[in-house]
């Protein structure tokens, strides 16, 4: 599921886009979830308490340097993995720039139009595993995987663990199960671990484990020794 942010002041301008993306996933025939606000403040407490990240998001830049404060939000805190800047002027659009926009839609938009910048851009994120998903306490999270440090096995619950935060997130799980939703970077190299080779530090060939970026130390168990470290190292060189 495609899941979009959209904040947008414009009552009117907020419906056509709307039914732009409801007629682009029905002929497509895949599904979205969109969060609609109305209000830049709105959005940015939203921001601050989800968990979840987002493929895309629509930022009315009527406002331009309210819109540029949302992007920037948005963007440093790796909530969304794209940002579309909607309504504001060609210099408004200049001087997001730093903001890395993936494009610009105006006033006047038409379908064929939107249709053209928008395919593009799902074309280009559907090609990518971004995102690692799992549900708890009955609402699905959504983890970008660039900022996942190791999976851990514990009995029936897998624990995820975060670059640079003290919070875990447990959820009922096997390893097994998860390697095919992980990006070619994600390591087996024990019965219960799974760790992100962009976090490995070094091996220590004495103590036999991954020495995390973090000081953490991941275990390699000898059933998984040779295959993870032969991994690890075509991984480092790029193979």
């Known amino acids: 599921m495609f899941q979009i942010l959209i904040t947008m002041q414009n009552t009117a301008s907020a419906k056509s886009w709307t039914a732009f993306l409801k007629r682009y996933f029905g002929n497509s025939h895949s599904s979205c979830q969109i969060i609609f606000f109305r209000s830049y403040e709105k959005c940015e407490q939203y921001i601050q308490k989800t968990n979840s990240s987002y493929d895309t998001a629509f930022i009315d830049f009527s406002d331009p340097a309210a819109g540029r404060r949302l992007a920037a939000m948005l963007m440093s805190e790796e909530k969304v993995d794209s940002w579309i800047c909607c309504l504001g002027t060609e210099r408004d659009c200049l001087e997001s720039l730093y903001l890395r926009p993936s494009a610009y839609m105006g006033q006047e938009l038409t ?16 090609n990518l595993k971004r995102y690692f ?13 660039r900022r996942i440090e190791y999976f851990e096995s514990n009995g029936k619950k897998v624990v995820l663990h975060i670059k640079g935060s003290e919070r875990p997130y447990s959820f009922n799980a096997r390893l097994d ?41 991941i275990p390699v168990s000898r059933r998984f020794y040779v295959q993870a470290a032969k991994r690890h190292i075509a991984f480092q060189y790029g193979e």
Do not use: T
């Open 111 to 126: 379908y064929e139009a939107f249709f053209k910048v928008f395919h593009k851009l799902v074309q280009e994120q559907s």
């Open 133 to 145: 998903s799992f549900k708890l306490a009955g609402e699905w999270i959504r983890i970008p995987q």
């Open 177 to 217: 199960d998860l390697i095919p939703m992980l990006s070619q970077w994600f390591l087996r190299c024990h019965q219960s671990y799974l760790v992100n080779m962009n976090e490995i530090y070094l091996l220590d060939k004495v103590q036999h484990v991954f020495k995390l970026l973090s000081g953490r130390n």
